[in-house]
């Protein structure tokens, strides 16, 4: 068993993860921030949060609930995973290109990243970034190290427990910070944003949204529909994309970009994107 130590207003709790060589470099609320990398250190895979700006109206989990979020949903979601991985290999390829990945060192997050499969292909294809998957579910936290081991990038990320609307890293701590097909579990999609908008580092990009990437060939998601590996709860990206816009004029963010791509075929809808910039 490890424990992942997490510090808030001189409080702690202990994460128990079971399994899992995770454990390094956890932190205290007296710490002094971390060294970005390339300047020889290597950041916590647990960071501490600041005194909190939360919206109290939302719910906050403040530890694993393993009655609604087990293992079995976490078993049958990797097997999902699994089965599309050009999903995120397509994803990766996009992200590394359009923030420049492959040639710069810095520290990024998956919020919801369940397996970690995002974050696996950005890490072979980001040698200077360290990242972290964070996940509601700490059932993936094994598989997730595992993957990781048979990759060799275990030592290049890690898995912190993370509720997206109330996340346990210190404000200012991130360059890039993602999110796929999570956003629509959130208990608050403003509290979430704004949640990302305080952990990036100022000049960090977030990009949040579900559906294929914007530069997936059409024959490869015709490919994934027709075989019924991809799909959803139904939804409206068009709304979607209206509460992205609302909420940026909320944060006084000038520098964002709603991404939808009009595809040929109507059967293959490829979601909505936010793009922002702190």
Request: proline share 6%; charged share 20%; aromatic share 10%.
């Amino acid at each position: 068993m490890n424990l992942f130590q997490r510090v808030r207003g001189g409080a702690t709790l202990l994460l128990t993860v079971a399994g899992v060589g995770l454990g390094h470099g956890c932190r205290n609320a007296n710490s002094a921030s971390p060294p970005r990398l390339g300047e020889g250190a290597r950041p916590p895979v647990v960071a501490t949060v600041d005194e909190h700006r939360q919206d109290t109206s939302v719910s906050m989990l403040q530890h694993p609930d393993y009655q609604h979020f087990g293992e079995a949903g976490a078993v049958r979601f990797n097997q999902v995973a699994k089965s599309r991985p050009i999903i995120y290999k397509r994803l990766a390829e996009y992200l590394v290109d359009r923030f420049d990945l492959s040639t710069r060192p810095g520290i990024g997050i998956d919020i919801g990243g369940g397996p970690g499969d995002l974050v696996l292909e950005l890490t072979a294809r980001s040698e200077q970034f360290y990242w972290i998957s964070s996940d509601i579910n700490t059932w993936y936290a094994r598989s997730f190290a595992e993957d990781a081991l048979k990759r060799g990038v275990l030592q290049r990320t890690g898995f912190v427990f993370a509720n997206a609307c109330d996340l346990p890293f210190k404000s200012s701590y991130a360059d890039l910070v993602l999110s796929r097909g999570a956003y629509q579990f959130w208990p608050s999609l403003e509290q979430g944003v704004k949640e990302i908008y305080r952990v990036l580092r100022p000049g960090g990009w977030a990009f949040i949204g579900r559906g294929f990437p914007p530069t997936m060939p059409e024959e490869e998601v015709r490919a994934l529909l027709e075989k019924k590996l991809a799909g959803g709860p139904t939804y409206d990206p068009a709304a979607d994309a209206d509460r992205f816009g609302a909420i940026m004029e909320s944060l006084a963010v000038s520098h964002f970009e709603i991404i939808r791509h009009q595809s040929q075929d109507p059967a293959a809808r490829y979601g909505v994107w936010l793009c922002f910039q702190r």
